[in-house]
C-alpha cells in the first residue's frame, strides 16, 4: 500500500481520497476511545483497588497521576515520530503497547505493579492519539473533514460519563471474579481487533517536509514533567525533605530550559518553539488549561473515595451519580463555540466561575452531610453546574487560544496545549490528593474540607486569567 505524504502546512494529501477512509477513521476511533475511556474508568474503582492491594494514598494518587504523566511526557514527541516515519506504524505500536500493558494492569499483584503498567498504558495512549488526528486531517479533506473530526469531539465528549459508569458497572459485576481487574482486562480483546483491522485497513501517510525530531529534549521534557510531580505526590509520606524541593526545582528549570536550548538547534523538531510562549494569548491559555486541569482531576480522585470510603456508594452508584457532571458538559458543549465566536471570552470566564461554583456547592453539601449516605440530590445540582461551566471553558478555549497562533506552529501549540492539559491533571491529583490524604485521619469528610478549596481556587484562578485573553475567539477549521 502507498505512502500518503502531506504538507505541514496545508494538510492536503497528494492523492486522491483514500477509499477505505471511513472504515479506518472507525478502526483509529475505536484505539483513541479506550485511551479516552481509561483517563476517567479508574476513577470509581479505585477505593477497591485500594482495599485489595493495600495501596497507600500516594499510591493511589500514582495509579492516575502515573497515567497521565506518561500520556504527558510522550505526547508531543509521539505526533513528531508518526509525521517522520510514518503515522501508521506508531499508531498499531500505541495499541499492541495499549493492550499489553492494559493485560499487566489487570493481572498486578501489588501497587508498584499497577502504576508501573499504568505509566506504560500512558505512553501507549500518546502515541495513539497523535496519530489518529494526524491521519484524519491526511485521509479526510472539505467538509468530511469537519464531520470526522465532529464525530472524534462528541466521542470525546461522552467518553469521560462512560469511563465513569464502565468502572462503576464493572467493578461491582465482578466479572469471572475479576472485581476491578476487568476496567483493564477489557481493553484486551479490543486493542486485538485493531491492530488486525487496523493492518489491514489503516493507510500509511506522512508529513512530507517533517525534520528530525528531538529526542534528547523529549527524554528531558519527560524527566522535568515527572520531578515536578514526584516530590508532591511522595512529599508527605517523607516529611517534606529538602531534597525533594531541590527535584521539583531541577524538573521546573529542565521544563523552561527546553524551550531556550531548542531554540539553537536547526536540525531538529522543536518540542516547545520559543516563540508560540512570547504570544500573550497562548501563555495565557494554556496556564488557564493547566488550572482547569488541576481542578478537575483533583475533584474526581477524592470526590470517589469521599463517596465510597464515606458515604457508601458502590462503584456503580458513584458512577452514576458523577456522571451528573458530564451530563451539564453535554448541554451546554454544542452551544459554547459559536457563543464564544459572539462573545469572547466572557464566555470562558462565565465557566470557569460555573464550574467554581458547582464545586463550591458540592463541598457545602459535604460540609453538612448528616447522613452516612448523602442522597444524591444534595450533589447533582452542584456537579450539573460544574459540568455545565465545563462546556463553556474547555470547549471553545483552543480556538481562543489558537487563533493567535501562526498557522506555521499551529500544531506545536495544539500539542503543547494538550500535553498541558493531562500534566495538569497530574498535577492536579498530586497536590489536592496530597491535602486530601493529609487530613484523612480526621475523617473523609474534614478531608474534603481541607481539599476542596484549592480545587475552587483552581477555577476562580481560571476565571481570572481569561479577562486577558482575546476579546474574540476566530472560528478554526480543524
Request: with cysteine; aromatic share 10%; net charge neutral.
Amino acid at each position: 500500500m502507498p505512502t500518503i505524504e502531506t504538507s505541514p502546512d496545508t494538510g492536503l494529501t497528494t492523492d486522491r481520497p483514500h477509499p477505505m477512509r471511513w472504515p479506518a477513521a472507525i478502526v483509529m476511533m475505536v484505539a483513541a476511545l479506550m485511551d479516552l475511556l481509561d483517563v476517567t474508568i479508574v476513577n470509581v474503582a479505585l477505593p477497591s483497588i485500594g482495599e485489595e492491594l493495600h495501596a497507600t494514598g500516594g499510591q493511589l494518587q500514582w495509579l492516575v497521576s502515573g497515567y497521565l504523566l506518561g500520556f504527558a511526557a510522550t505526547l508531543i514527541i509521539a505526533g513528531h515520530l508518526g509525521d517522520r516515519y510514518g503515522r501508521k506504524a506508531l499508531f498499531l505500536i500505541g495499541t499492541g503497547a495499549f493492550g499489553l500493558s492494559s493485560l499487566a494492569s489487570g493481572i498486578a499483584q501489588s501497587p508498584t505493579e499497577l502504576i508501573a503498567a499504568r505509566g506504560i498504558q500512558g505512553v501507549a495512549a500518546a502515541l495513539i492519539v497523535p496519530q489518529v488526528l494526524g491521519s484524519f486531517r491526511t485521509l479526510f479533506q472539505g467538509k468530511e473533514r469537519g464531520a470526522v473530526f465532529g464525530i472524534y469531539g462528541a466521542i470525546a465528549g461522552f467518553a469521560s460519563a462512560i469511563g465513569l459508569l464502565a468502572g462503576g458497572a464493572l467493578t461491582d459485576a465482578d466479572l469471572f471474579g475479576w472485581g476491578w481487574r476487568s476496567i483493564f482486562l477489557v481493553n484486551v480483546p479490543v486493542a486485538v481487533l485493531v491492530l488486525v483491522f487496523g493492518a489491514w485497513l489503516v493507510p500509511p501517510t506522512t508529513a512530507r517536509s517533517a525534520g528530525r525530531p528531538d529526542l534528547l529534549g523529549s527524554l528531558l521534557l519527560a524527566g522535568g514533567l515527572v520531578a515536578i510531580v514526584y516530590p508532591l505526590v511522595q512529599g508527605q509520606a517523607n516529611g517534606w525533605p529538602l531534597w525533594g524541593w531541590l527535584v521539583l526545582a531541577s524538573g521546573l528549570l529542565a521544563v523552561a530550559g527546553i524551550a531556550i536550548a531548542e531554540t539553537r538547534r536547526g536540525a531538529t523538531v522543536p518540542l516547545l518553539p520559543a516563540r508560540v510562549f512570547r504570544l500573550p494569548a497562548f501563555s495565557v491559555g494554556l496556564v488557564v488549561q493547566l488550572l482547569f486541569s488541576i481542578g478537575m482531576q483533583g475533584f474526581f480522585i477524592i470526590f470517589a473515595i469521599w463517596l465510597q470510603g464515606g458515604q457508601g456508594y458502590t462503584p456503580w452508584q458513584a458512577g452514576v451519580l458523577t456522571a451528573a457532571f458530564a451530563a451539564g458538559g453535554f448541554l451546554t458543549a454544542p452551544p459554547a463555540d459559536g457563543l464564544a465566536v459572539r462573545f469572547g471570552r466572557w464566555v470562558l470566564i462565565v465557566g470557569a466561575l460555573m464550574m467554581a461554583g458547582g464545586f463550591a456547592w458540592v463541598q457545602y453539601a459535604v460540609h453538612h452531610a448528616e447522613t452516612q449516605h448523602t442522597g444524591a440530590w444534595a450533589l447533582v445540582p452542584g456537579l450539573l453546574v460544574a459540568g455545565a461551566g465545563l462546556g463553556f471553558l474547555i470547549v471553545p478555549l483552543a480556538n481562543v487560544v489558537l487563533s493567535a497562533v501562526p498557522a506555521d506552529i499551529a500544531s506545536a501549540g495544539s500539542g503543547i496545549l494538550s500535553t498541558a492539559q493531562q500534566f495538569g491533571g497530574a498535577l492536579g491529583v498530586a497536590v489536592v490528593g496530597t491535602v486530601f490524604f493529609r487530613n484523612v485521619d480526621a475523617g473523609l469528610a474534614d478531608a474534603m474540607d481541607a481539599a476542596m478549596p484549592w480545587v475552587i481556587a483552581a477555577l476562580l484562578a481560571c476565571a481570572v486569567l481569561c479577562t486577558v485573553l482575546p476579546r474574540r475567539s476566530a472560528h478554526v477549521e480543524v
